[in-house]
C-alpha cells in the first residue's frame, strides 16, 4: 500500500510539547512542509522566539537560532546579511512579536530585509500563564485583565499585518487562520508564496496566523476553533494585505 | 613602512577591518561616532556590510545573528549604549558566540555628559548582564595599540567563543596619533563547524542557544564556561611595566590615564622618588601577576582613574592587604592632570618612606 501521507521530513521526531488542541503543531507542519516543497530545507536558518514556541529548535528539522525575546528580527537581519544566499525565517507569537519586539519588525520590514517571518497571533500570552497581549481583543478575559480588555485602559487589539502593510520595505503581507481544514490550505499557499518570494529576493514577507490556545482561553479544542472564527476574524480579517508588483 | 595620521576612532574601524571584521552593526552615540562613519565607508571597500540598526538593542541582537552565522562581527557603542546592550552580550556568553564589542566611555551615571571617562570597569570586567559570565576586557592606551588590540580582540573571540570588549574613552577615540599600518593582511578564518549557515553537506543540525531548561543541563553548562573563564585567567593576563626598576611606589593605571601615569612617573624619578607603573592591558582577566610580585618590595601603591575608584578593588585583592593601596581618580568626564597626581604621590611616598 503506498504511503499517502506521512510526517515531513522538515520537522525532526520530537513529540511536541504544545498543549491539546493548539495549532501551534499545525502552522510549524506548513512551514517545514514548504522548506522541503522549495528544496530549501539544508540552506535555512530559522530563528525562534521566546514564548511557546521557545523550543521549535527542537521540531524543525534546519540549523536554528534561538532569540531572545521580541529580537527574532535582528537575529535574522545578522545571519541573512552574513549569509545572503541562505533562507531565513523568524518564528515568533504575539507577545514577542506585537510588545517587546514592535521595533525589531517594523525596522526589519523596513529595511526590506529578505526574510519570512511567521506571526502566530493566538491574542494571549501563553507560555507565561495567560496574560493580555496586546492582540487581546476587547473584552475579552485574561488573567491580567480578569474583567475583560478595556480600551480605555489596555488600549486597543494591535493589528499587525495592517501595520506592517504600509511599510515600504515589506513586499508580501498576508493573514490566515488554521481553524479549519480550508484555511489550512490556505495558510499553506500563503506561507509558501512567502518563501517563494524570500527565495527570490524582492523583500521582507510577513505571516500572520491566527490561532487559538484552548489552555488559557478555558475552552475545550473544537470550542477554541469556533472562537476563533466568530471573535478573532471579524477584528483580523484574512487575506493578503500586500503582494509583489511582480513575482 | 609609512606611519599616517590616524584617529583613535577610526583605528578601532580599521583594526577590525585587518582582523577579516566584514559585518558592523550600531547605533549612533557620541563619542564613538567617527567609528561607524569609518566604517560605513571602508566595509563597502572590502565586500563588508555596515548596517546602522534602529536601537542598540538590535544592533547587538543583530551581532548575535551574523556571530551565529559564523561572521566576524563587531558592534561599537557608548557607556548608555552599552547598557541596552547587555542583555544581548549575555545571550552572546551563553550560546557561547564570537563577537567584539567597543565601548567609548563617557561620563554617567543616566545620561551623564560625553567627556572621556573609565567608570564602566565595573560593567566591562564583572559579566555587565545577568547570569555569571566573563569576557575578556582590552584596554589600550595608543591609537597604534586600539590597532593591534582590536586585532587579538577577534583572535580571542574566536580562540573561546566568546564576547570580547575593548574599552576606550573620548580622548583616546578623538585623537590623532602616527601610526603603522602596512598592506592589509590576508586573513584565514578559523574554521567554525558549530555555525548556524544551513545543514548542506554536514549529518547534524547546529543550534545555537543559551535555554536550558533542565537545572542539571544548566549548572554542567556553567561549569564548562567557568573552566573557559579559567583558562582565559591562566593563558591571557596582558600587562606593561613601566620603570619598575627599584619602583618602591606602584602606580597602577589603564587607558589614556596610564599616559598620564608614565609622566608622573618621569617627574617623580626626576626627584629622586623610585616611581614607577603596572598598565593592565587586559582588565579581564587581571593581571595580577605583577601586583603581586612588586607587592614583595613596594611600599605603596596609587591607583589613578577616571572613575570613582572601581579597578582599585582589583588591586587592592591582588595585593592582598600586603601594602597600602591608595586612589587618585576625577568623575563626571574631569580629566586628571600630572600636576595633580604627582601632588599626590609625593604625599602618599613623604608617609611610605
Given at each position: 500500500?503506498?504511503?499517502?501521507?506521512?510526517?515531513?521530513?522538515?520537522?525532526?521526531?520530537?513529540?511536541?510539547?504544545?498543549?491539546?488542541?493548539?495549532?501551534?503543531?499545525?502552522?510549524?507542519?506548513?512551514?517545514?512542509?514548504?522548506?522541503?516543497?522549495?528544496?530549501?530545507?539544508?540552506?535555512?536558518?530559522?530563528?525562534?522566539?521566546?514564548?511557546?514556541?521557545?523550543?521549535?529548535?527542537?521540531?524543525?528539522?534546519?540549523?536554528?537560532?534561538?532569540?531572545?525575546?521580541?529580537?527574532?528580527?535582528?537575529?535574522?537581519?545578522?545571519?541573512?546579511?552574513?549569509?545572503?544566499?541562505?533562507?531565513?525565517?523568524?518564528?515568533?507569537?504575539?507577545?514577542?512579536?506585537?510588545?517587546?519586539?514592535?521595533?525589531?519588525?517594523?525596522?526589519?520590514?523596513?529595511?526590506?530585509?529578505?526574510?519570512?517571518?511567521?506571526?502566530?497571533?493566538?491574542?494571549?500570552?501563553?507560555?507565561?500563564?495567560?496574560?493580555?497581549?496586546?492582540?487581546?481583543?476587547?473584552?475579552?478575559?485574561?488573567?491580567?485583565?480578569?474583567?475583560?480588555?478595556?480600551?480605555?485602559?489596555?488600549?486597543?487589539?494591535?493589528?499587525?499585518?495592517?501595520?506592517?502593510?504600509?511599510?515600504?520595505?515589506?513586499?508580501?503581507?498576508?493573514?490566515?487562520?488554521?481553524?479549519?481544514?480550508?484555511?489550512?490550505?490556505?495558510?499553506?499557499?500563503?506561507?509558501?508564496?512567502?518563501?517563494?518570494?524570500?527565495?527570490?529576493?524582492?523583500?521582507?514577507?510577513?505571516?500572520?496566523?491566527?490561532?487559538?490556545?484552548?489552555?488559557?482561553?478555558?475552552?475545550?479544542?473544537?470550542?477554541?476553533?469556533?472562537?476563533?472564527?466568530?471573535?478573532?476574524?471579524?477584528?483580523?480579517?484574512?487575506?493578503?494585505?500586500?503582494?509583489?508588483?511582480?513575482? | 613602512?609609512?606611519k599616517i595620521l590616524m584617529k583613535g576612532n577610526e583605528a578601532f574601524g580599521e583594526g577590525a577591518v585587518r582582523a577579516?571584521c566584514?559585518?558592523f552593526?550600531g547605533?549612533?552615540i557620541t563619542p564613538q561616532s567617527e567609528l561607524p562613519h569609518y566604517l560605513?565607508r571602508r566595509?563597502?571597500?572590502?565586500?563588508?556590510?555596515?548596517?546602522?540598526?534602529?536601537?542598540?538593542?538590535?544592533?547587538?541582537?543583530?551581532?548575535?545573528?551574523?556571530?551565529?552565522?559564523?561572521?566576524?562581527?563587531m558592534t561599537s557603542s557608548s557607556s548608555?549604549?552599552i547598557?541596552?546592550?547587555?542583555?544581548?552580550?549575555?545571550?552572546?556568553?551563553?550560546?557561547?558566540?564570537?563577537?567584539v564589542i567597543i565601548n567609548i566611555m563617557r561620563?554617567?551615571?543616566?545620561?551623564?555628559?560625553i567627556a572621556p571617562s573609565q567608570?564602566d570597569?565595573?560593567?566591562?570586567?564583572?559579566?555587565?548582564?545577568?547570569?555569571?559570565?566573563?569576557?575578556?576586557v582590552l584596554a589600550p592606551s595608543s591609537v597604534q595599540e586600539i590597532i593591534d588590540l582590536v586585532g587579538l580582540a577577534?583572535?580571542?573571540?574566536?580562540?573561546?567563543?566568546?564576547?570580547?570588549m575593548v574599552v576606550g574613552d573620548g580622548v583616546l577615540g578623538q585623537m590623532m596619533e602616527p601610526v603603522k599600518l602596512?598592506?592589509?593582511?590576508?586573513?584565514?578564518?578559523?574554521?567554525?563547524?558549530?555555525?548556524?549557515?544551513?545543514?548542506?553537506?554536514?549529518?547534524?543540525?547546529?543550534?545555537?542557544?543559551?535555554?536550558?531548561?533542565?537545572?542539571?543541563?544548566?549548572?554542567?553548562?556553567?561549569?564548562?564556561?567557568?573552566?573557559?573563564?579559567?583558562?582565559?585567567?591562566?593563558?591571557?593576563?596582558?600587562?606593561?611595566?613601566?620603570?619598575?626598576?627599584?619602583?618602591?611606589?606602584?602606580?597602577?593605571s589603564f587607558g589614556m590615564v596610564a599616559r598620564i601615569?608614565?609622566?608622573?612617573?618621569?617627574?617623580?624619578?626626576?626627584?629622586?622618588?623610585?616611581?614607577?607603573?603596572?598598565r593592565?592591558i587586559?582588565?579581564?582577566?587581571?593581571?595580577?601577576?605583577?601586583?603581586?610580585?612588586?607587592?614583595?618590595?613596594?611600599?605603596?601603591?596609587?591607583?589613578?582613574?577616571m572613575?570613582?575608584?572601581?579597578?582599585?578593588?582589583?588591586?587592592?585583592?591582588?595585593?592582598?592587604?600586603?601594602?597600602?593601596?591608595?586612589?587618585?581618580?576625577?568623575?563626571?568626564g574631569?580629566l586628571?592632570?600630572?600636576?595633580?597626581?604627582?601632588?599626590?604621590?609625593?604625599?602618599?611616598?613623604?608617609?611610605?618612606?
Open positions: 500500500m503506498a504511503v499517502s501521507l506521512k510526517r515531513t521530513e522538515g520537522l525532526t521526531d520530537k513529540p511536541f510539547h504544545y498543549c491539546p488542541g493548539c495549532t501551534h503543531g499545525v502552522i510549524h507542519r506548513l512551514v517545514a512542509e514548504t522548506l522541503v516543497e522549495l528544496g530549501v530545507l539544508e540552506r535555512t536558518v530559522g530563528i525562534c522566539p521566546v514564548g511557546c514556541a521557545v523550543f521549535a529548535y527542537d521540531y524543525f528539522n534546519c540549523d536554528m537560532i534561538e532569540a531572545a525575546h521580541g529580537r527574532a528580527p535582528a537575529v535574522a537581519t545578522g545571519v541573512k546579511r552574513a549569509l545572503p544566499d541562505r533562507v531565513v525565517f523568524t518564528y515568533q507569537g504575539d507577545g514577542d512579536l506585537a510588545a517587546i519586539g514592535t521595533a525589531e519588525i517594523i525596522h526589519a520590514a523596513s529595511r526590506g530585509e529578505r526574510i519570512t517571518t511567521i506571526f502566530v497571533n493566538n491574542a494571549v500570552y501563553g507560555m507565561t500563564g495567560g496574560q493580555m497581549a496586546p492582540t487581546t481583543l476587547l473584552g475579552q478575559k485574561t488573567t491580567t485583565t480578569p474583567f475583560g480588555r478595556r480600551a480605555a485602559d489596555a488600549g486597543f487589539p494591535l493589528k499587525v499585518a495592517e501595520m506592517l502593510s504600509v511599510v515600504e520595505g515589506s513586499v508580501y503581507v498576508s493573514r490566515v487562520a488554521v481553524n479549519s481544514p480550508k484555511n489550512i490550505l490556505r495558510a499553506k499557499k500563503a506561507v509558501r508564496r512567502a518563501f517563494e518570494i524570500q527565495v527570490q529576493g524582492l523583500g521582507f514577507t510577513f505571516v500572520e496566523v491566527l490561532s487559538t490556545c484552548p489552555t488559557n482561553w478555558g475552552l475545550s479544542p473544537p470550542e477554541a476553533m469556533r472562537w476563533l472564527e466568530k471573535n478573532m476574524i471579524p477584528v483580523y480579517p484574512l487575506g493578503e494585505f500586500k503582494v509583489p508588483e511582480v513575482e | 613602512m609609512d577579516g566584514r559585518l552593526f547605533y549612533p560605513a566595509l563597502p571597500e572590502v565586500g563588508g556590510v555596515y548596517l546602522q540598526a534602529e536601537s542598540e538593542v538590535a544592533a547587538i541582537n543583530m551581532v548575535y545573528g551574523a556571530a551565529a552565522a559564523g561572521a566576524r562581527v548608555p549604549g547598557s541596552l546592550m547587555q542583555e544581548g552580550i549575555s545571550y552572546i556568553a551563553g550560546a557561547e558566540l564570537p563577537a561620563g554617567g551615571p543616566g545620561l551623564g555628559n567608570s570597569y565595573f560593567q566591562a570586567v564583572k559579566g555587565g548582564g545577568h547570569g555569571d559570565y566573563k569576557l575578556p577577534f583572535e580571542l573571540a574566536d580562540k573561546y567563543r566568546n564576547p570580547v602596512g598592506p592589509v593582511p590576508e586573513v584565514v578564518l578559523p574554521p567554525k563547524a558549530w555555525a548556524t549557515t544551513g545543514t548542506a553537506g554536514r549529518r547534524t543540525r547546529n543550534i545555537i542557544n543559551s535555554l536550558y531548561i533542565e537545572p542539571e543541563e544548566l549548572e554542567k553548562v556553567n561549569l564548562r564556561l567557568q573552566a573557559k573563564y579559567r583558562e582565559m585567567e591562566r593563558e591571557e593576563k596582558r600587562w606593561e611595566e613601566y620603570r619598575l626598576d627599584g619602583a618602591a611606589l606602584i602606580l597602577v601615569a608614565k609622566a608622573v612617573v618621569d617627574k617623580l624619578r626626576a626627584a629622586g622618588i623610585p616611581a614607577g607603573l603596572i593592565p587586559t582588565l579581564y582577566p587581571f593581571p595580577d601577576i605583577p601586583l603581586t610580585t612588586a607587592a614583595e618590595t613596594a611600599k605603596a601603591f596609587l591607583v589613578v582613574e572613575n570613582a575608584g572601581q579597578m582599585v578593588e582589583d588591586v587592592r585583592l591582588a595585593v592582598s592587604s600586603r601594602r597600602p593601596v591608595h586612589f587618585h581618580g576625577r568623575t563626571g574631569m586628571t592632570t600630572v600636576a595633580e597626581v604627582t601632588a599626590t604621590a609625593r604625599e602618599i611616598w613623604e608617609v611610605a618612606e
